[in-house]
């Protein structure tokens, strides 16, 4: 069964600082998507990674993945409070199944 | 370009009541999806559609849900009776395909007392 974790669960840093939040997961897969969701709003698509090596970079935000060690990444680079939100990371469906998972959730809370 | 757009956004019911939810992706998107998301948890898939075609609806308890897509574009979401473990968002995306990003609706936030 495919299970995706994220680490950490809740994260609050200063502004200014500069943090990475992870994402594994335990099948092989070779698409990874980065959502954030505000508090009682729905899910804004990030990033999409779609192989191996694959590296975006929006903003202060900046993704990756590492397919080989089942890894995503999402680091920020001298956060900011509007920042702050739920980012998930989803992994797509592994071969010969069509379901997508999304990890725990990271709740990030900037201050000011 | 109109988003994901889902109605209703509240819905308050009894339980053993149904209830139905709706849909209407982005235009031309070919995949849809109906996902339930739980208080400070991710969404979890109930049913993906392919055109009008269900292709995963493994997590979706058919004892009591429900959900349609006619004609490729719209799509509902019923459940009946409604329980207590019920209550949570109702969340609708949609995709070019299978493998582009999900675009995710506002959601029905669904309460049963």
């Known amino acids: 069964e495919l299970k995706v974790e994220q680490n950490p669960l809740f994260l609050s840093m200063q502004e200014g600082k500069n943090y990475t939040i992870y994402c594994n997961y335990s099948t092989t897969s070779d698409r990874l998507y980065w959502y954030r969701q505000d508090p009682g709003k729905s899910l804004e698509s990030l990033f999409v990674?779609?192989?191996?090596?694959a590296v975006k970079q929006e903003g202060r935000l900046m993704a990756s993945l590492d397919t080989k060690a089942r890894l995503s990444t999402l680091h920020i680079t001298a956060a900011v409070h509007d920042l702050s939100a739920t980012y998930f990371c989803a992994v797509g469906p592994p071969s010969g199944t069509y379901k997508y998972i999304f990890g725990t959730g990271t709740r990030l809370k900037v201050l000011a | 370009e109109a988003g994901v757009v889902q109605s209703p956004r509240y819905k308050i019911i009894e339980k053993k009541q149904p209830v139905a939810f709706w849909c209407n992706p982005i235009?031309?998107?070919?995949?849809l999806y109906w996902y339930l998301q739980n208080l400070g948890q991710g969404p979890e898939l109930l049913i993906r559609y392919e055109n009008e075609e269900a292709v995963d609806d493994s997590q979706l308890p058919k004892d009591r849900f429900s959900a349609e897509r006619l004609k490729g574009v719209d799509s509902t979401l019923k459940i009946q009776p409604a329980e207590l473990g019920d209550s949570a968002v109702y969340l609708c995306?949609?995709?070019?395909?299978?493998?582009?990003?999900?675009?995710f609706g506002q959601g029905t936030r669904l309460t049963v007392v």
């Open positions: 995306a949609s995709s070019l395909d299978m493998d582009a990003e999900a675009f």
């Open positions: 235009s031309g998107h070919n995949t």
């Open positions: 990674l779609l192989s191996n090596g």
